[in-house]
């Protein structure tokens, strides 16, 4: 599935990274430590977090993640996001919760196992 696509079907908002939107989502990982991150998300993954500070774009573009879903209407700080978008991370955010996120994607047909 595109990226649009989940941008569309869970009424997401893009803060940076917006040429990534064309690009294949394969799975998702939730977790607000970046060490659990590094350790198991996979390429291709939506990480969903509520963690905004600039280590995170760091740790996407390490692991290759399609993009960063922040929660609970989460933005984030104005360098994370010229960081990101130096970087070609995408960053969405949402009002929901992180429960909320998962269960929309997985409706979607993304899961965390593949």
Request: proline share 3%; with cysteine; net charge negative.
């Amino acid at each position: 599935m595109k990226l649009k696509d989940v941008v569309e079907g869970l009424h997401l908002h893009v803060c940076s990274g917006k040429g990534k939107l064309d690009e294949e989502v394969l799975g998702g990982y939730v977790s607000d430590l970046l060490s659990d991150v590094m350790a198991h998300a996979r390429k291709g993954d939506l990480w969903i977090t509520l963690q905004i500070h600039q280590n995170t774009i760091a740790v996407a573009t390490l692991k290759e993640l399609a993009g960063i879903i922040l929660i609970n209407g989460k933005e984030p700080p104005l360098e994370t996001a010229h960081k990101a978008d130096d970087e070609g991370v995408l960053i969405l955010s949402s009002p929901l919760t992180a429960y909320e996120i998962v269960c929309q994607l997985h409706d979607l047909g993304i899961s965390g196992k593949r």
